[in-house]
């Protein structure tokens, strides 16, 4: 990951205007220079004069439209106290994530939803066993959970076959449940299932560990969040979106 290149960024303008149009092809070369392997997906006119924005590797990053200058860090809007770097990534992430079709997530809903948050889930993670232990205080609060496997250890780790053995499961949320609890499931793994695709999105969005949780406007709110405080801060980040 680039390291921060500059420290403090200027105050925003109110009602500035986007910076214009930048070449494109010099802003590719300045970072394939830094990070030749960089997996870039857009090049945009940024808010910030003179920048164009980057969103690489499930990241977003600044650079001068001259290629010269790179910027890694959040850019806040400081009259409407608003961090616009991860406006614009939960934009990308939900983009992302929204083409995750249902049959694909291990889906606990609550009676009387009110909110839904996406979690990218490790069977043998503490945390993670930890929230899913807890999974019927987050639904009695109008929290559907939709899962999404992220076996921390790679391929071929006992986590990647547990999940699988999940995945191949007649009762797919009953065996989340009971792998989750220690319990040993006899299972297949040879059955068609998402787990490849589920890690390499994760790893797209910029999941680096587990539980990792997603609201359904892409913001980012844990790690482990017990359910009394989760539903504040879903509460929370509806009420900036309003």
Not at 96 to 125: N, Q, Y
Not at 179 to 199: E, H, I, W
Not at 201 to 208: A, K, M, T
């Amino acid at each position: 990951m680039l390291k921060p290149l500059v420290a403090t960024l200027a105050c925003l303008v109110a009602g500035s205007a986007l910076a214009q149009n930048a070449n494109e092809g010099t802003v590719r070369e300045a970072i394939k220079s830094l990070v030749p392997n960089a997996e870039i997906e857009s090049v945009t006119a940024s808010v910030l004069p003179g920048f164009s924005e980057v969103i690489m590797n499930g990241q977003v990053i600044y650079v001068t439209n001259d290629g010269k200058y790179v910027v890694s860090g959040a850019v806040f809007d400081v009259a409407g106290k608003a961090n616009l770097t991860e406006r614009r990534l939960g934009a990308v992430r939900v983009a992302e994530l929204d083409k995750v079709p249902p049959e694909r997530r291990l889906i606990f809903p609550a009676k009387s939803p009110k909110h839904r948050i996406m979690v990218f889930t490790d069977i043998d993670c503490g945390y993670c066993r930890q929230f899913h232990a807890e999974i019927g205080k987050y639904n009695d609060l109008g929290i559907t959970v939709e899962y999404l496997f992220f076996p921390r250890m790679g391929e071929g780790s006992k986590g990647w076959n547990e999940a699988v053995q999940v995945w191949c499961s007649k009762d797919r949320n009953d065996a989340l449940t009971r792998a989750k609890a220690g319990q040993r499931l006899d299972a297949k793994t040879d059955c068609d299932n998402p787990v490849r695709d589920d890690f390499v999105l994760g790893q797209r969005i910029g999941v680096s560990g587990t539980p990792a949780i997603f609201t359904e406007a892409g913001t980012q709110v844990g790690g482990y969040v017990p359910p009394d405080q989760m539903i504040v801060r879903l509460e929370q980040d509806k009420a900036t979106r309003k």
